[in-house]
């Protein structure tokens, strides 16, 4: 039994209500410092809506609580280690070496008071930019167009991540076209991809994402268990096979 992480992605429309959108994102991305194997990584909006979108989510970002994890207050905890963070500032850093348009929230002094780490986006002009999962509170955001969703979702499925998914739509034909085209194991249609319940939403992916049954799923305990098979030769002992079957 294996359920690692994924290249998570939600994939908007125009139909998209942006309110909820950017609520979800927030939810998905930099909740747990983005330190869950189910967290968003790669955020996909249209053309039309990106703009608005994108600007709704780095002020979402702006008032964002970032703190002592203890603290009931916090939105965003520390990022696990020192290497953790070093990982996340390298990406971060070569990122914006390469053109791309970033935006980091201002921490302040917190970097030097812990393992702090600035939620941040990088805005990519495609998937070719990102193969690999960066674990902590760092958003791709892509710009697309909704009817290319099967070439899109296609790309994204070739890198060999299947874990989870999302869809925001008004358009029910929409978010069967994303499900239908993106390999993941839990999708989710107008909320967060985040904060799955054993029993409610089992949980797991395929690929690169995980193996076996679904944590929570009705398979899980038997992929625990081994089978043992225990045969005996009674005619052997002296018994009568006839009478023992009667």
Request: charge should be negative.
């Amino acid at each position: 039994i294996a359920e690692t992480g994924g290249l998570n992605a939600l994939f908007c429309d125009t139909t998209a209500l942006k309110e909820q959108v950017v609520d979800d994102v927030i939810m998905s991305g930099f909740r747990s410092a983005g330190q869950r194997c189910s967290a968003l990584r790669i955020l996909f909006l249209p053309h039309e809506t990106a703009e608005d979108i994108i600007e709704m989510i780095r002020g979402a970002m702006d008032v964002l609580v970032i703190g002592d994890p203890a603290d009931p207050s916090t939105d965003v905890g520390p990022i696990i280690d020192a290497e953790a963070r070093k990982t996340l500032d390298d990406h971060f850093a070569s990122m914006s070496a390469a053109g791309y348009a970033t935006y980091q929230r201002d921490i302040g002094g917190l970097r030097e008071q812990g393992t702090f780490f600035g939620p941040s986006i990088v805005e990519l002009p495609s998937l070719k930019a990102i193969d690999r999962e960066v674990f902590g509170p760092i958003l791709h955001v892509i710009r697309y167009d909704p009817d290319d969703i099967e070439k899109v979702g296609g790309e994204l499925s070739a890198k060999g991540y299947g874990l989870t998914l999302g869809v925001h739509s008004r358009l029910e034909g929409f978010a069967e076209k994303v499900k239908a085209t993106v390999r993941a194991g839990n999708v989710y249609v107008n909320r967060s991809i985040i904060g799955a319940v054993v029993g409610v939403q089992p949980f797991g992916g395929s690929g690169l994402s995980g193996t076996g049954p679904k944590a929570g799923g009705p398979h899980y305990l038997a992929r625990f268990a081994t089978e043992r098979t225990v045969t005996v030769n009674i005619a052997a002992q002296g018994g009568d096979p006839t009478l023992l079957n009667l």
